[in-house]
């Protein structure tokens, strides 16, 4: 039973350019959420999708954009880069069918490092 | 507001110590849930326990256990005989209720715990 899967594992970007980071939730669950964690910090909700659209969004600009798919996977768009988006991005999924609060369960991120 | 503080940034025990890593939090809601994660170099949050605001009773498990008390809201967790496994970043969050249509997880800053043979 696969867990939280994140493509690229690192990725390495200049000022001013795109990206965009991968997650395939753990099997079974619909909700995907995803945060940023800079070096020393905890993690930062950026937004939460379920059902193929953002439910909430954190304090986080436009530049952050996100999608999900009708197989549950997601992608995370971040456009314009600055060098403070340096940072591990972490996606997490849980099983909202099964009732409020269920864990949320972490891939291994995506070190994004902004030259 | 919400906020969850961890006030210990970084604690150094031998192994077989007991350690206590301390978690108060706020919130305006009166229905929430309180989780510890374990993020060990590997970089992945590995989730430990979640508990809701209407449950006070302690958890043991193994050798960790939780003390969850909401006049103090404080959510403090314990490893007891410490081993160098456990060395890790272990993150508090807390999240409110679903019907605020998301469950977002909200995080302390951490405490990074060094277990030494």
């Known amino acids: 039973d696969a867990g939280v899967t994140q493509s690229p594992t690192h990725l390495i970007k200049t000022r001013g350019q795109q990206v965009t980071l991968r997650c395939s939730p753990k099997?079974?669950?619909?909700?995907v959420s995803w945060y940023q964690q800079a070096l020393g910090q905890g993690p930062q909700f950026i937004f939460q999708?379920?059902?193929?659209?953002?439910?909430q969004r954190g304090n986080f600009p436009d530049r952050f954009s996100g999608h999900q798919f009708p197989n549950y996977s997601s992608e995370l768009n971040v456009n314009a880069l600055l060098l403070g988006d340096s940072a591990l991005y972490l996606c997490?999924?849980?099983?909202?069918?099964?009732?409020?609060?269920?864990?949320?369960?972490f891939g291994d991120g995506t070190r994004l490092s902004i030259l | 507001a919400q906020k969850v503080t961890q006030a210990q940034t970084e604690i150094s025990v031998v192994e077989k110590e007991d350690v206590t890593l301390d978690c108060v939090y706020e919130?305006?809601?009166?229905?929430?849930?309180l989780f510890w994660y374990k993020q060990p170099p590997s970089g992945e949050l590995v989730f430990l326990i979640r508990r809701n605001s209407f449950d006070e009773q302690n958890e043991i498990s193994g050798r960790y256990s939780w003390n969850f008390q909401k006049s103090t809201s404080s959510f403090n967790f314990t490893i007891t005989a410490s081993q160098v496994v456990d060395s890790a970043v272990y993150f508090c969050?807390?999240?409110?209720?679903?019907?605020?249509?998301?469950?977002?997880?909200?995080f302390g800053t951490g405490t990074r715990l060094q277990v030494f043979p």
């Open positions: 969050a807390l999240s409110e209720a679903l019907s605020y249509n998301t469950d977002k997880l909200i």
């Open positions: 099997s079974g669950h619909d909700t």
């Open positions: 997490a999924s849980s099983p909202r069918g099964e009732g409020s609060n269920q864990p949320q369960h």
């Open positions: 919130t305006r809601d009166t229905t929430y849930y």
């Open positions: 999708y379920y059902e193929e659209e953002e439910r």
